[in-house]
């Protein structure tokens, strides 16, 4: 992989474990020579994947909206920064330059981010593994919601085990470099059609 793109908050939360797994995340994507694509924000969880990316000399590209940069919230040492006019066209531009996404702790935007880019896998529209690095168990009850969601026919197995997770970073880039996507249709046959 390339580049990552990876979906956080733009607060730090309220647990130690986020911003240190946040700046682990950037850091071990440098490591390993995985470019950084992100939300191009100085705050938060965005922040601070940035500030662990570009510690450890990697690269690092900011996409923002325009009506946030006026806002000073954009990162100032960034390998590129990219602006663009809507939220729509950031989300476009950073699946353009991902190979993949990864979701930290954050609240609706970054839940909003990840579905985006698991329905359009499940629709076909990407080939591309999702993660979520699920720090302190932060994603646990989403976990258990996607076993919810398959137990009552809404969601195949083939579409759940698209979302790929692990609390351990290392382990999780492992499983997003050996994905393979789901073959076959997104839709669940009802009983009657079977």
């Known amino acids: 992989m390339k580049r990552i793109a990876v979906y956080c908050g733009s607060s730090m939360g309220n647990e130690d474990i986020y911003k240190e797994q946040a700046m682990l995340l950037g ?3 440098a ?4 470019g950084l694509v992100y939300g ?16 450890g000399g990697g690269e690092v590209i900011g996409v923002l909206p325009h009506f946030l940069q006026q806002k000073e919230l954009a990162h100032t040492g960034l390998t590129s920064l990219l602006l ?14 991902c190979d993949g996404v990864i979701a930290l702790p954050g609240g609706f935007g970054t839940m909003e981010e990840l579905f985006e880019m698991l329905t359009w896998g499940q629709l076909g529209l990407h080939r591309k593994p999702v993660g979520l690095l699920n720090s302190g168990g932060f994603y646990d009850t989403l976990i258990a919601l996607t076993e919810h ?46």
Do not use: C
């Open 149 to 194: 969601m398959t137990s009552k026919g809404f969601l195949s197995s083939p579409n759940k085990n698209m979302l790929l997770h692990s609390p351990d970073i290392n382990q999780l880039i492992a499983k997003m470099e050996q994905y393979q996507p789901a073959a076959g249709p997104k839709w669940i046959p009802s009983e009657k059609e079977s």
């Open 27 to 29: 850091a071990t994507l």
């Open 84 to 97: 663009t006019d809507t939220m729509h066209e950031r989300k476009a531009k950073m699946n353009e330059l």
């Open 40 to 55: 191009g924000a100085r705050v938060g969880l965005m922040g601070a994947v940035a500030d662990g990316a570009l510690s």
């Open 31 to 34: 490591k390993k020579g995985i």
